[in-house]
């Protein structure tokens, strides 16, 4: 595999964007909702770099089953998310690739009324947006390719590799 990004890029990135979190939210207290399960380890990462008063919750959300490469209906489970109502949220994900996971996402949590509702992904694949639709913070951009790694898997491997790879033998439309 090729790497496309490597553990030490990651690792100086997401110092950055907890610096930008950071100063964005002021030492307000923010839920971060982490998407499962891509974005544990990004999740793990960046808590760890933020100076803020800070409550997690998971939800599941996934338009990827098995081997697939092209996404397919939205399974969305909410159970592990705490109530959202007057608090700031900060969605974290790890990569944006048409955008209509995450659109899904944000408009089910404003329903449940919180103060700010912002995302941030590890990773935004050029060229396949379908909606219109900006995450807050970005990672990387990539190009549209198959990557795994850094919690981004191909048939539920690969997630434990400390950068970000092409995997060669799956195609991305």
Not at 21 to 36: D, E, F, M, Q, S
Not at 84 to 113: M, N, P
Not at 153 to 160: I, K, L, P, S
Request: charged letters at 20%; hydrophobic letters at 45%; a negative charge.
């Amino acid at each position: 595999m090729e790497i496309l990004i490597s553990a030490e890029q990651i690792q100086k990135r997401i110092a950055e964007l907890a610096h930008e979190i950071n100063a964005a939210y002021a030492r307000h207290p923010i839920t971060i909702i982490g998407v499962l399960t891509g974005s544990l380890i990004f999740l793990a990462d960046l808590v760890r770099q933020l100076e803020l008063p800070i409550q997690i919750g998971l939800l599941q959300a996934s338009s990827y089953r098995g081997a697939a490469t092209t996404p397919g209906e939205l399974q969305l489970s909410t159970a592990m998310v705490p109530p959202l109502k007057g608090r700031h949220v900060l969605i974290l994900d790890d990569i944006f690739d048409t955008g209509q996971t995450l659109a899904s996402l944000t408009e089910h949590l404003r329903e449940k009324e919180p103060l700010s509702l912002r995302v941030a992904v590890l990773l935004r694949k050029i060229g396949r947006q379908r909606i219109a639709f900006t995450p807050d913070y970005i990672g990387f951009d990539i190009p549209d390719v198959f990557v795994v790694g850094y919690g981004m898997d191909f048939n539920d491997e690969y997630r434990n590799l400390p950068h970000v790879a092409i995997l060669a033998d799956a195609t991305a439309p």
